[in-house]
Nanobody, 115 residues
Framework: QVQLVESGGGLVQPGGSLRLSCAAS????????MGWYRQAPGKQRELVAT???????NYADSVKGRFTISRDNARNTVYLQMNSLKPEDTAIYYC?????????WGKGTLVTVSS
C-alpha cells in the first residue's frame, strides 16, 4: 500500500533552519506530484509548497524566499528546506502525493519555532 513517512521536525529557534523529508513507498514516485502542507493549531490545513513530476515548484506567498522544495526520484523522497523560520511557521507539516488521480497523505511531523 501507499505510505508517506515524514521526518525532520522538531523545536527550533526563530531564524533557524530545518529540513523535512518525506519518504514514499507503494507508488511510482517519478510520476507523482508531491507537496508539503501544514496545519497550525486552530487553523485549516494550507499549502506550503508543491513540486510536479517535471520539477516545477510552487510556493505559498508566506514562505517564498525562505523555503525550498525538492525531490529525489532515485530515493523516492521529497524534501522541504526551511530557513529563516518564524514562530508563525509552527505547525504540523504533512506530505502529500498526488498519484493516479488520488491524494495520499502522511501522518505529519511537528515543527515548533520558539525561543
Amino acid at each position: 500500500q501507499v505510505q508517506l513517512v515524514e521526518s525532520g521536525g522538531g523545536l527550533v529557534q526563530p531564524g533557524g533552519s530545518l529540513r523535512l523529508s518525506c519518504a514514499a513507498s507503494g507508488i511510482i514516485f517519478s510520476i507523482a506530484h508531491m507537496g508539503w502542507y501544514r496545519q497550525a493549531p486552530g487553523k485549516q490545513r494550507e499549502l506550503v509548497a508543491t513540486v510536479t513530476t517535471r520539477g516545477i515548484t510552487n510556493y505559498a506567498d508566506s514562505v517564498k524566499g525562505r523555503f525550498t522544495i525538492s525531490r529525489d526520484n532515485a530515493r523516492n523522497t521529497v524534501y522541504l528546506q526551511m530557513n529563516s523560520l518564524k514562530p508563525e511557521d509552527t505547525a504540523i507539516y504533512y506530505c502529500k502525493a498526488e498519484y493516479l488521480r488520488t491524494d495520499y497523505w502522511g501522518k505529519g511531523t511537528l515543527v515548533t519555532v520558539s525561543s
